[in-house]
């Protein structure tokens, strides 16, 4: 079973104010994403990792930020939380040797966020 | 570039019906193949996957065959029960990311 826990499960939150999602995972893997979930089940990866000190946009333009500073933390923030924020949001993980045929992501339970 | 693409809206079906869910893709070179499955507030787990054309999938009596000449990798069971609804993604991995289709909902009714 994969370790990578997302904090919190669920949160709702005015509008303007600064959150973090936080994404850690156990299993020692390189490679972490984050994929919003809109209302529709669609997933849209916004940000990705292949290591420390390692952060890229993804496909989706996201007004948050990331870091990487530890390898098996990966935290998402928002500066100023807007309604148009509110969303899944999804966390991955994966071992260095790229997704091959044995090694697919490995996600966390999600967190749902609702900005009033 | 690649894409994954999953037939529209969901799927509702009576306990011990035939599930087919399609999916169809878009890929340079020799992609790998997979289905993923979101249970109600969960994350995305792995269901199976296929590696090669005419590689066949399976897991928890899903099935899927890779297959390169209609480019399609479609989900099928026998026999659903209530516990398989859930949300079903299609996804490709090619180019080094993970391209998903949008998912269909499952809804299996006793």
């Known amino acids: 079973e994969a370790d990578i826990y997302q904090t919190p499960r669920y949160l709702v939150i005015g509008t303007g104010k600064k959150i973090t999602l936080e994404c850690s995972q156990t299993m020692g893997h390189d490679k972490m994403y984050w994929y919003q979930q809109d209302p529709g089940m669609e997933l849209h990866l916004i940000h990705y990792s292949y290591g420390v000190n390692s952060t890229e946009k993804g496909d989706l333009s996201s007004e948050s930020t990331v870091s990487r500073i530890r390898t098996e933390h990966f935290p998402l923030t928002l500066e100023s939380a807007r309604p148009s924020h509110t969303s899944q949001y999804l966390c991955?993980?994966?071992?260095?040797?790229?997704?091959?045929?044995?090694?697919?992501?490995?996600f966390g339970n999600g967190t749902r966020l609702t900005v009033t | 570039g690649n894409s994954v693409t999953q037939m529209e809206g969901p799927v509702t079906l009576s306990e011990e019906a035939f599930l087919t869910i399609n999916c169809t893709y878009t890929?340079?070179?020799?992609?790998?193949l997979f289905w993923y499955v979101q249970y109600p507030g969960e994350g995305l787990q792995l269901l199976l996957k296929?590696?090669?054309?005419?590689d066949k999938g399976s897991n928890k009596g899903f099935e899927a065959t890779y297959r390169k000449e209609t480019t399609s990798f479609h989900l099928e069971k026998g026999s659903v029960q209530v516990s398989d609804s859930a949300v079903y993604f299609c996804a490709l991995y090619g180019n080094n990311r993970l391209a998903f289709g949008k998912g269909n909902q499952v809804v299996v009714i006793p």
């Open positions: 890929a340079t070179g020799y992609p790998s």
């Open positions: 296929a590696t090669k054309a005419d």
């Open positions: 991955a993980s994966s071992p260095r040797d790229s997704l091959s045929y044995n090694s697919p992501l490995h």
